[in-house]
């Protein structure tokens, strides 16, 4: 099953800008930032005054995975947070 990837917009930091991600990024940013208690537009804007260097929907991407990656290894069970330093 292949998942298109698609422009989104998202607010961040007070300005709109546009991602290109795939439905299954997007639903996983979602509810990540649902487990951390902020809104989707705060924790893209958290992502991106944190990457160093990519596109923001690669960074999205990278957090999603990283995110899941500690999850999965138990790394997050003292509750949510920023996951790598991401």
């Known amino acids: 099953m292949?998942?298109?990837v698609r422009k989104r917009s998202i607010l961040l930091n007070g300005?709109?800008?546009?991602?290109?991600?795939?439905?299954e990024f997007w639903s996983a940013l979602k509810e990540i930032a649902a487990?951390?208690?902020?809104?989707l537009s705060d924790l893209?804007?958290?992502?991106?005054?944190?990457?160093?260097d990519g596109n923001l929907s690669s960074a999205l991407r990278l957090y999603a995975l990283a995110y899941?990656?500690?999850?999965?290894?138990g790394k997050?069970?003292?509750g949510p947070r920023n996951p790598a330093g991401l």
Do not use: A, C, F, N
């Open 15 to 23: 300005h709109k800008t546009s991602v290109s991600v795939e439905d």
């Open 2 to 4: 292949k998942s298109p």
């Open 35 to 39: 487990v951390r208690s902020m809104t």
């Open 68 to 73: 899941y990656q500690q999850r999965s290894e």
């Open 44 to 52: 893209g804007s958290e992502i991106d005054k944190s990457r160093e």
């Open 76 to 78: 997050l069970s003292g």
